[in-house]
């Protein structure tokens, strides 16, 4: 089902080079995210849950801070939110506070 409900997300949402897709994965262990600029196929930043330890609500503030900075030091502002079919609530929701809050627009 989630992959459905991914397959549904990213029919309508699309990253580009000046508003790039914050791409979510959750796994069982770890959160991470990513900028893709879809149109030339790349990753611009990533961020990854294994290193930052605490729970997975600390790893997800600390996912969304870390994509955040990142993002900042592209020059990048606004971005698209992709949360890969997973429901915008607990650590989804907090990732993307965190990312809001880190100066990302979305």
């Not at 997975?56 to 994509?67: D, E, P, R, W």
């Not at 900042?72 to 929701?93: C, I, N, P, S, T």
Request: overall charge positive; charged content about 25%.
């Amino acid at each position: 089902m989630r992959l459905r409900r991914r397959a549904r997300v990213r029919a309508r949402v699309s990253g580009t080079p000046s508003r790039p897709r914050l791409s979510v994965f959750k796994s069982n262990r770890y959160l991470s995210a990513q900028l893709i600029n879809d149109v030339a196929g790349e990753t611009l930043a990533a961020a990854h849950g294994k290193s930052f330890k605490g729970t997975q609500s600390a790893q997800a503030v600390a996912v969304g801070k870390a994509i955040a900075e990142k993002a900042q030091a592209l020059g990048v502002v606004a971005v698209v939110f992709d949360r890969g079919g997973y429901r915008y609530a607990g650590h989804v929701k907090a990732l993307a506070d965190a990312a809001r809050e880190g100066g990302l627009t979305f």
